[in-house]
T-cell receptor, first 113, second 116 residues
Framework: QKEVEQNSGPLSVPEGAIASLNCTYS??????FFWYRQYSGKSPELIMSIYSNGDKEDGRFTAQLNKASQYVSLLIRDSQPSDSATYLCAVAAGGTSYGKLTFGQGTILTVHP | DTGVSQNPRHKITKRGQNVTFRCDPISEHNRLYWYRQTLGQGPEFLTY????????KSRLLSDRFSAERPKGSFSTLEIQRTEQGDSAMYLC??????????????FGPGTRLTVL
């Protein structure tokens, strides 16, 4: 079992729709959770961080965390063609390894006009 | 621009050669991280520093790889006797502080290594 798994893509949604991206993780000691967006040939850029169970909203983006189910998701409302990218889920462990991020393989999102 | 910078942006080398990459973190960030990313995969952790101390190294970091951060500012990643399997994007990230909760890591543009 991979440490961080994301739903297999690619995911294609029409402009204006809600895109839902999912991620599960195996380490119950994980403390911090991040979503990064990566355009082709570019480096990852942070979209959201979430540390506590529940929802966290920032503009069109909502991150959801359920530590009991070891599940984190990202919703993108009113999707735009400019949202087309690879979305990376990253999980940070607690304890002495808290400097290390473990990434999922990424989900490719395409928003078509 | 005060973001993370990396040099060079691209490096093409022949198998067996040594290469060195440099990363300059965001000013006053005391944590610095190196990751490697291959096509279609997420970044894989290699190592990280808090100030000048190297606190963790991945099993991926074979003895051909060495990283330094001598004065707690910029860092270098050296790969000796490069192999074709080393071809990847090498990403550097920094974060502002340590502590019990991981702070956000900000990534540089990466160095793309191609080993012929």
């Amino acid at each position: 079992q991979k440490e961080v798994e994301q739903n297999s893509g690619p995911l294609s949604v029409p402009e204006g729709a809600i895109a839902s991206l999912n991620c599960t993780y195996s380490d119950r000691g994980s403390q911090s959770f991040f979503w990064y967006r990566q355009y082709s040939g570019k480096s990852p850029e942070l979209i959201m961080s979430i540390y506590s169970n529940g929802d966290k909203e920032d503009g069109r983006f909502t991150a959801q965390l359920n530590k009991a189910s070891q599940y984190v998701s990202l919703l993108i409302r009113d999707s735009q063609p400019s949202d087309s990218a690879t979305y990376l889920c990253a999980v940070a462990a607690g304890g002495t390894s808290y400097g290390k991020l473990t990434f999922g393989q990424g989900t490719i999102l395409t928003v078509h006009p | 621009d005060t973001g993370v910078s990396q040099n060079p942006r691209h490096k093409i080398t022949k198998r067996g050669q040594n290469v060195t990459f440099r990363c300059d973190p965001i000013s006053e960030h005391n944590r610095l991280y190196w990751y490697r990313q291959t096509l279609g995969q997420g970044p894989e952790f290699l190592t990280y520093f808090q100030n000048e101390a190297q606190l963790e190294k991945s099993r991926l970091l074979s003895d051909r790889f060495s990283a330094e951060r001598p004065k707690g500012s910029f860092s270098t990643l050296e790969i000796q006797r490069t192999e074709q399997g080393d071809s990847a994007m090498y990403l550097c990230a920094s974060s502002p502080r340590g502590g019990a909760r991981t702070d956000t890591q900000y990534f540089g543009p990466g160095t793309r290594l191609t080993v012929l």
